[in-house]
């Protein structure tokens, strides 16, 4: 069992920066492959980016390629997405997601364990 803790999320302007983090319980978490989805209001949850355990293997939504950076530190047990340049349609609530897989796949039914969710708002 994972328990996953997202931090980070806040009001933001157009162009701006946000570091979110997702602090994980499991003392096997380097085992996890990682994703952080969204949700914005009246809309599906979305991919965002996804790393595999190792490291080795990224994954992006197209709209972010460029922008977002995800990244994890197995010691700290914790995985990070650096959001640089936010625009207005990235508005959701983030959430952090990890699954026992090898495989940084995009679709959010393929992973087991979820965050509650951080706000990420961005003004024009």
């Known amino acids: 069992q994972v328990q996953l803790v997202e931090s980070g999320g806040g009001l933001v302007q157009a162009g701006g920066s946000l570091r979110l983090s997702c602090a994980a319980s499991?003392?096997?978490?380097?085992?996890?492959?990682t994703g952080w989805f969204r949700q914005a209001p009246g809309k599906e949850r979305e991919f965002v980016a996804a790393l595999s355990w190792s490291g080795g293997t990224t994954n992006y939504q197209d709209s972010v390629k460029g922008r977002f950076t995800i990244s994890r530190d197995n010691a700290k047990n914790t995985v990070y997405l650096q959001m640089n340049s936010l625009k207005p349609e990235d508005t959701a609530v983030y959430y952090c997601?990890?699954?026992?897989?090898?495989?940084?796949?995009?679709?959010?039914?393929?992973?087991?364990?979820w965050g509650q969710g951080t706000q990420v708002t961005v003004s024009s």
């Open positions: 997601a990890a699954r026992l897989s090898l495989i940084p796949t995009m679709t959010y039914k393929d992973y087991d364990y």
């Open positions: 499991a003392g096997t978490f380097r085992s996890y492959t």
